[in-house]
């Protein structure tokens, strides 16, 4: 049994997360507001998220109306398979979690990062577990200069914390700047992006023959996955799963 002395460092700590709730409560991930719960979420907002815990189609994450058994493929999917292989995704993107993901994604709030991980690696538990390496996807150059951090490497360097699965960050480079995908029609998306990112040559080696998690903030049409998907798959991957934090159901009702 731990002894008295071995308790003392968790103790501590326990002390210090009491007092700097006390001190600085934290900030609801819906609301904005301090001091709301214990956690980054109230009950009532908890309740509030539509998290992708029911059956979801096998290839795109996406949620049915009940369970068609294990593997199901939505029409979708059927009638244009996407090039990768499995997706899966925490939350709906929707009213409920559009703040979580907009804060994180253009604000760079990180204080809520854990917990937005812990979610992805819940809903994709199995992807993460069969993964070799994570891969996020890119921002450009210019972009990532102005912004200063991306969103989409912060959440793969959180879920490799949490289960080990070794990430690498820079495997996919975005060769050329494109313009905002928001607005954009599914075809006008897949054009945006059609042939702006390339694995580079020293990640080659790293990936070739691996089963590749690749990462992202939010998936609505695919189209920036996709192509992401196409390098790795050139570049050798065996298999690309998709995980991402949320995923629009009804394209048509949000911009992000």
């Given at each position: 049994m731990p002894s008295d002395m071995d308790r003392r460092p968790a103790r501590a700590k326990g002390f210090l997360r009491a007092a700097a709730d006390f001190l600085w409560p934290p900030r609801s991930l819906v609301s904005g507001q301090r001091g709301v719960g214990k956690g980054p979420l109230a009950p009532e907002e908890f309740g509030q998220i539509h998290f992708l815990t029911g059956p979801v189609g096998e290839t795109c994450g996406s949620p049915f109306d009940f369970d068609l058994g294990l593997g199901a493929v939505c029409a979708p999917c059927i009638a244009r398979p996407p090039r990768w292989d499995r997706a899966r995704a925490a939350m709906v993107y929707d009213a409920a979690s559009?703040?979580?993901?907009?804060?994180?994604?253009?604000?760079?709030?990180?204080?809520?990062l854990a917990t937005l991980a812990g979610w992805m690696v819940q809903s994709g538990r199995d992807l993460v577990a069969e993964a070799d390496l994570i891969v996020p996807v890119p921002l450009h150059f210019a972009r990532l200069a102005r912004r200063g951090f991306n969103q989409s490497a912060w959440l793969g360097q959180a879920i490799c914390r949490m289960s080990g699965t070794p990430i690498l960050v820079d495997a996919i480079k975005r060769t050329r700047r494109t313009p905002s995908q928001a607005g954009l029609s599914a075809r006008q998306r897949r054009r945006n992006v059609a042939g702006a990112f390339t694995v580079r040559k020293p990640a080659v080696a790293?990936?070739?023959?691996?089963?590749?998690?690749?990462?992202?903030?939010?998936?609505?049409?695919?189209?920036?996955?996709?192509?992401?998907?196409?390098?790795?798959?050139?570049?050798?991957?065996?298999?690309?799963?998709?995980?991402?934090?949320?995923?629009?159901?009804?394209?048509?009702?949000v911009t992000i």
């Amino acid at each position: 049994m731990p002894s008295d002395m071995d308790r003392r460092p968790a103790r501590a700590k326990g002390f210090l997360r009491a007092a700097a709730d006390f001190l600085w409560p934290p900030r609801s991930l819906v609301s904005g507001q301090r001091g709301v719960g214990k956690g980054p979420l109230a009950p009532e907002e908890f309740g509030q998220i539509h998290f992708l815990t029911g059956p979801v189609g096998e290839t795109c994450g996406s949620p049915f109306d009940f369970d068609l058994g294990l593997g199901a493929v939505c029409a979708p999917c059927i009638a244009r398979p996407p090039r990768w292989d499995r997706a899966r995704a925490a939350m709906v993107y929707d009213a409920a979690s559009r703040r979580p993901v907009l804060d994180l994604k253009r604000s760079g709030r990180r204080d809520g990062l854990a917990t937005l991980a812990g979610w992805m690696v819940q809903s994709g538990r199995d992807l993460v577990a069969e993964a070799d390496l994570i891969v996020p996807v890119p921002l450009h150059f210019a972009r990532l200069a102005r912004r200063g951090f991306n969103q989409s490497a912060w959440l793969g360097q959180a879920i490799c914390r949490m289960s080990g699965t070794p990430i690498l960050v820079d495997a996919i480079k975005r060769t050329r700047r494109t313009p905002s995908q928001a607005g954009l029609s599914a075809r006008q998306r897949r054009r945006n992006v059609a042939g702006a990112f390339t694995v580079r040559k020293p990640a080659v080696a790293r990936i070739s023959g691996r089963r590749v998690l690749l990462v992202d903030d939010v998936l609505t049409t695919g189209a920036t996955l996709s192509a992401c998907t196409r390098a790795l798959k050139q570049a050798g991957a065996a298999n690309v799963d998709v995980l991402v934090l949320a995923r629009v159901v009804r394209e048509t009702d949000v911009t992000i």
